[in-house]
Nanobody, 119 residues
Framework: EVQLVESGGGLVQPGGSLRLSCAAS????????MSWVRQAPGKGLEWVSG????????TYADSVKGRFTISRDNAKGTLYLQMNSLKPEDTAVYFC????????????WGQGTQVTVSS
């Protein structure tokens, strides 16, 4: 079956770094646009970053631009989010999500991984 499994979350101090991974299976990963979306405690979903199906184009929310880097390895079926200079306001559950090229709806979502930024 289709699976998106996030990993790499944890507790980190402000200014620290984490790298999140999202392992995809059960679908043609290289045909999908991938995104990271987060949900802070008591808040709604916030889009963080996206990457096109081939990995040649990336976009970021203003809140993370310059600090986060999205990438993908289509041969491994894995999406990444390198998170540097972390701030307490980055604390959230981070989800990876997949949509087909040219479609507006996300077809698949992972279960999420918790990132906590605190001293």
């Amino acid at each position: 079956e289709v699976q998106l499994v996030e990993s790499g979350g944890g507790l980190v101090q402000p200014g620290g770094s984490l790298r999140l991974s999202c392992a995809a299976s059960g679908f043609t990963f290289s045909s999908y646009v991938m995104s990271w979306v987060r949900q802070a405690p008591g808040k709604g979903l916030e889009w963080v970053s996206g990457i096109d199906s081939g990995g040649g184009s990336t976009t970021y929310a203003d809140s993370v631009k310059g600090r986060f880097t999205i990438s993908r390895d289509n041969a491994k079926g894995t999406l990444y989010l390198q998170m540097n200079s972390l701030k307490p306001e980055d604390t959230a559950v981070y989800f990876c999500a997949a949509r087909r090229v040219g479609q507006g709806r996300y077809d698949f979502w992972g279960q999420g991984t918790q990132v906590t930024v605190s001293s």
